[in-house]
């Protein structure tokens, strides 16, 4: 094995390494508290007519997707993967995204010309 892959792997194995108790706890930390903000926000302040409910609905999307950024990146581990992997995950989920965006597009265009 030549120094230059076993110094790519040592580096590999830090990365992996950073994900101590610490973090995962300092990480769930964060996911607790996101949650703790929609919680206010869904029981308290919609309720109480402080915030409008098409103004709650972004707030919701924003912080649900913060959560879903710290699970995946820290407890699925995409974090310390290299950009290569992370393209070949994140850029199909896109064009899913948007394929479902512009079916649901194409059918209400349907839906109005038979109604």
Avoid at 7 to 26: E, P
Wanted: hydrophobic content about 55%; glycine content about 4%; overall charge negative.
């Amino acid at each position: 094995m030549s120094s230059e892959t076993t110094h790519a792997h040592d580096g590999h194995a830090d990365d992996h390494a950073s994900m101590s108790k610490k973090k995962i706890w300092q990480v769930a930390g964060i996911l607790t508290m996101i949650t703790a903000i929609e919680f206010i926000v869904a029981l308290y302040l919609v309720p109480h007519d402080i915030i409008a409910l098409h103004t709650a609905n972004p707030i919701y999307i924003v912080l649900t997707l913060a959560k879903a950024f710290y699970i995946v990146a820290y407890f699925m581990h995409l974090k310390f993967e290299r950009v290569a992997l992370i393209y070949s995950i994140a850029v199909p989920v896109l064009f899913i995204i948007g394929l479902i965006l512009v079916l649901t597009n194409e059918s209400h265009h349907w839906i109005d010309l038979r109604g």
